[in-house]
């Protein structure tokens, strides 16, 4: 009868163990989200008095990844957006003298972090059938960044994620949120000052 009793306890512990870590999942995003949002505001100095060069995305939004490519045809996982401070430029047309220039502007940018320029990396984002080509070119040129080009119904779908006008630029958080976007005339210095006092205040990334 003992035996029976301490077999049933047995099959009772994975279900115990299962829920358990459910309750404590529940409870992480119940906690956790409000956190990220306020711990935001606070890094950036929000206040309404106060705003910061970019335009928040109140509450971020976390990046539904897939598996995407980059333009030597590898792979690119979720942990992509990971660990890092990401800023994305999506091109949905061929990256032209434009789009070409806020990239050379945006590698300015990283440069001017100095030593926390390794903590950002730089992405463009272009769901369309890139011409092979000028893709290595411009991978040539700006070869520390990562260029995730496509015209499959995956990365399209990932690519419209990122709402808003045309060459618009995006910032993702370490944890693959979504938080920030400035217009394509946005002012360098304002998006310099934003990523500074992140990585001065964050211990992510």
Not at 11 to 22: C, E, F, T, V, Y
Not at 141 to 148: A, E, S
Not at 190 to 198: A, E, P
Request: with cysteine.
């Amino acid at each position: 009868m003992l035996n029976q009793k301490d077999n049933q306890k047995g099959l009772d512990k994975p279900a115990s163990k299962s829920n358990g870590r459910k309750i404590l999942l529940g409870m992480a995003v119940i906690f956790v989200l409000p956190f990220t949002i306020a711990a935001t505001l606070h890094l950036l100095n929000v206040h309404p008095s106060s705003h910061s060069y970019g335009e928040l995305v109140n509450p971020p939004q976390p990046l539904q990844t897939v598996v995407l490519h980059n333009a030597q045809g590898k792979v690119v996982t979720s942990q992509q957006w990971l660990k890092k401070w990401t800023v994305v430029t999506v091109a949905t047309s061929a990256c032209t003298e434009p789009c070409q220039a806020q990239i050379h502007l945006l590698k300015q940018v990283n440069i001017a972090l100095d030593k926390d320029a390794h903590r950002v990396q730089r992405i463009l984002m272009m769901p369309i059938a890139a011409s092979a080509e000028a893709t290595a070119t411009l991978q040539k040129q700006y070869p520390d960044l990562v260029i995730l080009s496509g015209a499959d119904a995956e990365t399209i779908k990932f690519a419209s994620q990122f709402k808003g006008t045309a060459g618009s630029v995006y910032l993702v958080d370490p944890l693959g949120n979504l938080m920030m976007r400035y217009p394509q005339n946005m002012n360098p210095k304002g998006m310099l000052t934003d990523l500074k006092k992140l990585l001065k205040n964050s211990w992510a990334g």
